[in-house]
């Protein structure tokens, strides 16, 4: 299994090289759905896949990472919403601490109950401080996790929890939006906050076109992540993997 996920993501990011990550939402695919989102990850050079979700009501996540392994060489990487979305089959699990809530469930309890299972799963293990920033509507994470998310325009809360969190020994910051957010996080809230921590960024939530994923990946986001508008769009996988990477050719 390969353990060098976060190796590449820390030397990308030395090389200020900039990745895209698309979501994979089980209760959202099918096998055939599925696999036509392979075949185009692998044509637009999609760096890793996210696989996970606030709540994942369907029983298809084992099978949905097991159909992308076998498909492909792009890291599966989990994304749970919960203890109840692990399966070894994946790459490597992204340990989310919901540090910008103050519901200990999140911050810890959930670990405690889950480690066991993480310690021998054989997955890469990536503690990541989480950071739900208000995307304008109320959003599915935000109503399970019972915590506000950080307000959009404190940006010093923003800065000063990520590098709390780096400071705590995480190894990645994932900055959400929420699943659908009606305004993505924005490029001062991505800027300030890239700038205040050494440890690869990740941006996702409400990114919807080609530009604001570019925008953000200038901005500072090390790692751009999209979803709902690749759902309802196949087409944008191209478009914005190519307008992540376009800020790559510089650093070749
Ligand atoms: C949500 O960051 C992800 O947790 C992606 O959000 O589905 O809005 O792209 P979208």
New binding site residues.
Partial sequence: MNKGIYQNMTNEKLQKRKSFAV?VDPDKMNAESLSQLIELAESAKVDYFFVGG?LVVSDYLESCVENIKSNTDIPVIL?PGSPSQLTRKADALLYLSLISGRNPELLIGQHVISAPFVKQSGLEVMSTGYMVVDGGAPTT?SYISNASPLPSDKSDIAMCTAMAGEMLGMKLIYM??????RRPVSAELIQRVSQSINIPLIV????VSPEQAYQSSKAGADII?????IEKDRSLIMDISNAVHSLNLASI
């Avoid at 959400?176 to 957010?181: I, T």
């Avoid at 996702?204 to 990114?207: D, K, Y």
């Fill in positions: 979501l606030s994304f994470v959400d939006a929420g699943s659908g957010a996702g939530g409400g990114i992540v999209v979803g709902n508008a």
